[in-house]
């Protein structure tokens, strides 16, 4: 019930395409719901968040959309750039801790 | 405004041996968050500290232990190293101790138990 579910476990897309990273969970009171971005060598970097009552949250190329019904979300990164190329976590937050997915290893072929 | 700094970089430890990791949070910081992440895993949470106090804990057995100080830099103890024990420890701080706090992350301690 504390887990968080992320796939692919690696994904490689053309620059200028659209990187998809799906997570699924399944304890309704998790109440926030992080990405990290992960550089090698460097500590995760939050780079976007949702609450569940929202559906969709933009900040430039990078969207999360929330199925709080089917217990998903999703980031959707457009214009996929190399510089993106990264590990990408999923979180989801109860009482004082983070629950991690197992990450995304995502390279963008220039 | 200087970021997360954890110290050392890198460990190697024998089976049985002790440990201690060190974290300074950033400025303004009072929550320090510990993480072990396995080659490959996401991190997995460990406690968080709060104003000097244990505010939390996940799945660790007890010789994981830990330290905050008064200025809210921390310490993570280990006991007793066994080799799955070998990972990237991660600290974060944040400004408080709420889900939607930002947990600004170290670069982590690699640890080898050998």
């Known amino acids: 019930q504390q887990q968080v579910k992320q796939s692919p476990q690696s994904l490689i897309v053309q620059k200028g395409g659209i990187s998809i990273i799906n997570c699924a969970y399944e304890n309704t009171a998790f109440d926030y719901f992080p990405w990290y971005q992960q550089f090698p060598g460097k500590g995760p970097a939050l780079l976007i968040a949702?609450?569940?009552d929202v559906s969709e949250k933009k900040e430039g190329r990078f969207t999360i959309s929330f199925n709080k019904s089917a217990k998903q979300f999703s980031l959707h990164i457009m214009d996929s750039q190399p510089g993106d190329s990264a590990t990408y976590f999923c979180a989801a937050s109860i009482d004082y801790q983070l629950i991690w997915g197992a990450g995304t290893k995502l390279i963008i072929k220039p | 405004e200087t970021g997360v700094t954890q110290s050392p970089t890198h460990l190697i430890k024998t089976r049985g041996q002790q440990v201690t990791l060190r974290c300074s949070s950033q400025s303004g910081h009072n929550t320090v968050s510990w993480y072990q992440q396995a080659l490959g895993q996401g991190p997995q949470f460990i406690f968080q500290?709060?104003?000097?106090?244990?505010?939390g804990r996940g799945n660790f057995p007890p010789r994981f232990s830990g330290l905050q100080f008064p200025n809210y830099s921390s310490e993570l103890n280990v006991n007793a190293l066994e080799l799955d024990d070998s990972a990237l420890y991660l600290c974060?701080?944040?400004?408080?101790?709420?889900?939607?706090?930002?947990?600004?992350f170290g670069p982590g301690t690699r640890l080898t138990v050998l």
């Open positions: 974060a701080s944040s400004l408080g101790a709420t889900p939607t706090d930002t947990q600004y």
């Open positions: 500290y709060y104003r000097e106090e244990e505010n």
């Open positions: 949702i609450r569940p």
